[in-house]
Nanobody, 111 residues
Framework: QVHFVESGGGLVQPGGSLRLSCKAL???????MRWYRQAAGKEREFVAS????????KYGDAVAGRFTVSRGPADNTMYLQMNDLEPEDTAVYYC?????WGQGTQVTVSS
């Protein structure tokens, strides 16, 4: 069983930035961690993933070039730097690892 600690969500104006963090307490080093998001009335959508220790990353088409995923040093901490945010990025952002989900953190982009 994995316990997640997510933080960093909030309200930001279009064009602004936010940084999300997720720490997974699992008792072992997790190979791949992922971010997903779910907007109201829509299906959950893949945002980004990153492996350890290689740091290989993948991004969803909607965020590529604006978001950057990174990992902390072997402590199962993952970050998502979100730049140039758009209203369409408004969603609950979830951390995913070992087929389990974090509680989610709300990101709202609005003027």
């Amino acid at each position: 069983q994995v316990h997640f600690v997510e933080s960093g969500g909030g309200l930001v104006q279009p064009g602004g930035s936010l940084r999300l963090s997720c720490k997974a307490l699992a008792g072992l080093t997790i190979y791949i961690m992922r971010w997903y998001r779910q907007a109201a009335g829509k299906e959950r959508e893949f945002v980004a993933s990153i492996t350890w220790p290689a740091g290989d990353t993948k991004y969803g088409d909607a965020v590529a070039g604006r978001f950057t995923v990174s990992r902390g040093p072997a402590d199962n901490t993952m970050y998502l730097q979100m730049n140039d945010l758009e209203p369409e990025d408004t969603a609950v952002y979830y951390c995913n690892a070992l087929n389990e989900w974090g509680q989610g953190t709300q990101v709202t982009v609005s003027s």
